[in-house]
């Protein structure tokens, strides 16, 4: 699931946050265990200004599991070493590193409030997926040509913006994608401007207060890469273009502890 990464690529991702965690908790910081603060001093050392979204104890011992800026790593409680990869039980033959990830997904997505969200959804769905999309990708666009029949299999679908050109081009200026992502989030019927930009036509130009760099930001913080990003309601990635039949059975997979 993770690309090997050098340290000094894995440092700039971390330097993409803008404040320093540190300095958000105050005093509070003393209260942390001693090892947990030799981790978080050998991370801003590694990387000045990194915003850490989650640090606990790791299920490997003598090592803590760390996310922050779209990356999990493992660094060991003396600050010394940094690990990037995945940490497998081999006793359960578990990927404990993509269960740490999907927990995480799982709580931040939970703070995504149902306004900001487009949601095509059946009257009592058995699941919901959450999907990061963008308007212009050819796979978003065959996964949404396909939506009756995810609803109609009882699945609800909740779109978030995830404008894969990014939000400004490299003169600071809005991206197409993205400018075209607020029109449809600023439409008075959303769904059907999304349905319509997905077909290529070109939504009304509109503004108004909106969450799609909210909601590109977060896929970012989530590890998001490219579009469509399929997660299940555990938080899991399903996948990228996942038809129909196959979503359903992964996600029937998901109640049986597959």
Same mark, same amino acid.
């Given at each position: ?40 001093? &050998? ?12 640090? &606990? ?14 990356? %999990? ?35 931040? %997505?939970? +703070?995504? /409030? ?11 769905? +058995?699941?919901?997926? @959450? ?24 699945? &609800? ?10 939000? @400004?081009? @490299? ?5 197409? *994608? ?16 999304? *349905? ?34 399929? %997660?299940? /309601? ?8 996942? /038809? ?15």
């Amino acid at each position: 699931m993770f690309k090997k990464l050098s340290f000094a690529l894995l440092a700039g991702a971390f330097a993409l946050a803008a404040c320093a965690a540190d300095n958000q908790n105050g005093a509070g910081a003393t209260a942390k265990p001693a090892a947990e603060q030799v981790v978080r001093a &050998a991370l801003q050392k590694l990387a000045p200004g990194v915003q850490i979204d989650s640090i &606990a104890p790791a299920p490997m011992p003598g090592f803590y599991q760390v996310i922050g800026s779209g990356q %999990l790593v493992y660094v060991s409680t003396d600050g010394k070493y940094m690990l990037n990869g995945d940490l497998v039980d081999l006793g359960s033959r578990r990927n404990l590193s993509e269960r740490a990830w999907a927990d995480f997904r799982k709580g931040e %997505l939970a +703070k995504v /409030p149902a306004a900001q969200r487009i949601v095509f959804a059946p009257p009592h769905p +058995k699941y919901t997926v @959450t999907v990061f999309s963008d308007v212009n990708c050819g796979y978003c666009r065959m996964f949404h040509s396909h939506i009756a029949q995810l609803n109609a299999e009882g699945i &609800a679908v909740e779109y978030l913006a995830w404008p894969r050109e990014g939000v @400004t081009t @490299t003169a600071g200026n809005p991206t197409d *994608t993205y400018s075209e992502m607020v029109s449809v989030w600023c439409a008075a019927d959303r769904k059907a401007a999304f *349905t319509a930009a997905k077909q290529g036509k070109q939504p009304k130009p509109a503004q108004c207060a909106n969450p799609v760099k909210d909601e590109f930001d977060l896929g970012v913080r989530l590890g998001v890469t490219g579009t469509p990003t399929i %997660l299940g /309601p555990d938080g899991m990635v399903l996948g990228g273009y996942v /038809p129909p039949d196959k979503l359903l059975q992964l996600l029937q997979q998901g109640d049986k502890g597959g």
